[in-house]
Nanobody, 124 residues
Framework: QVQLVESGGGLVQAGGSLRLSCAAS????????MGWFRQAAGKEREFVAG????????RYADSVKGRFTISRDNAKNTVYLQMNSLKPEDTAVYYC?????????????????WGQGTQVTVSS
């Protein structure tokens, strides 16, 4: 079993930055892929970024490339999402997710474990 707890959300003006954290506990092994997803009001949950826990390889949605950076601290069992140049359209609940695979999937249904989510609101 894996438990994920997100933190770091909040209210920020357009152009600002936030850093989200996802603390993982339980049976996190090197072969896990970690993902950040978001869900805006009335919309489907969408992939934002992912990282292979062991290799550090990353994957990003086109909408956040060049603005967001995903990273991990293996010693702290924590994954981060640094979000810069935020836009109002980035407003959503952001979720951390994990699944036991080398592949960084972009489909929410692939992931087995989810955090409770953290709200990010970007004002114009």
């Amino acid at each position: 079993q894996v438990q994920l707890v997100e933190s770091g959300g909040g209210l920020v003006q357009a152009g600002g930055s936030l850093r989200l954290s996802c603390a993982a506990s339980g049976r996190i092994l090197g072969s896990y892929a970690m993902g950040w997803f978001r869900q805006a009001a009335g919309k489907e949950r969408e992939f934002v970024a992912g990282i292979n826990w062991s290799t550090g390889s990353t994957r990003y949605a086109d909408s956040v490339k060049g603005r967001f950076t995903i990273s991990r601290d293996n010693a702290k069992n924590t994954v981060y999402l640094q979000m810069n140049s935020l836009k109002p359209e980035d407003t959503a609940v952001y979720y951390c997710a994990a699944h036991p695979s080398w592949v960084i999937a972009a489909t929410p249904a692939t992931y087995d474990y989810w955090g409770q989510g953290t709200q990010v609101t970007v004002s114009s």
